[in-house]
């Protein structure tokens, strides 16, 4: 069974302060992780997808890296407005219809201190 | 582009009323999910639809729950009788085919049962 645990389940970083997000993962076959961003009141934002182990992409002050078992959202140099909950979710290859259905963790909820 | 519209954004209900949320998709997605989202928790698979064709529903529950994606773009989500456990978010997202990889989300709607 697919499972996905995001760690921590809070974080408070004062602006500027660098930090790391975990998202760990169980899945048969991985055929995709994914980073989204959601802002309270609103639907998940993308932010990235990852594909294979050694795989890193980069948008502004976030940078998501991905190896078999874990996939890693660094914030350098945050500021308030990263402020979000950011969710992980993995896509499994074993799905028989070829399907693009998303497994989704708990998320990890950003405070950034001015 | 117009992003994945809902309505309504927020709903009130007594139990056992009966409730119904909309969706529109992204011109040209052919693939459209519903989701639902308890507080703290990531988004949960109710269905899938690729076209006007439910292909995954498992996790709908199908004795007070219902869709209809009539001509395959816009969606309808239906709950009756409601109960006080389905208050939650109800999000739809789409995407543009069971092959691509990226799914867009909508504002969701945001259930409150009385």
């Known amino acids: 069974e697919d499972q996905v645990t995001q760690s921590p389940e809070a974080l408070r970083l004062q602006e500027g302060e660098s930090s790391s997000l975990n998202c760990s993962y169980t899945v048969s076959g991985l055929r995709g992780l994914f980073w989204y961003r959601q802002d309270p009141g609103k639907g998940p934002e993308f932010l990235f997808t990852?594909?294979?182990a050694g795989e890193e992409k980069e948008k502004e002050r976030l940078k998501a890296t991905l190896t078999k078992k874990e996939s890693f959202l660094h914030i350098t140099a945050p500021k308030p407005e990263d402020s979000a909950t950011y969710l992980c979710?993995?896509?499994?290859?074993?799905?028989?219809?070829?399907?693009?259905?998303?497994?989704f963790g708990t998320g990890t909820r950003l405070t950034v201190i001015p | 582009e117009a992003g994945v519209v809902q309505s309504p954004r927020y709903k009130i209900i007594e139990k056992k009323q009966p409730v119904a949320f909309w969706c529109n998709p992204i011109s040209g997605h052919n693939t459209l999910y519903w989701y639902l989202q308890n507080l703290g928790q990531g988004p949960e698979l109710l269905i899938r639809y690729e076209n006007e064709e439910a292909v995954d529903d498992s996790q709908l529950p199908k004795d007070r729950f219902s869709a209809e994606r009539l001509k395959g773009v816009d969606s309808t989500l239906k709950i009756q009788p409601a109960e006080l456990g389905d208050s939650a978010v109800y999000l739809c997202a789409s995407c543009r085919d069971r092959v691509s990889d990226t799914q867009y989300f909508g504002p969701g709607t945001r259930l409150t049962v009385l």
């Open positions: 990852l594909y294979s």
């Open positions: 979710a993995v896509q499994s290859s074993s799905d028989q219809t070829g399907a693009n259905n998303l497994f």
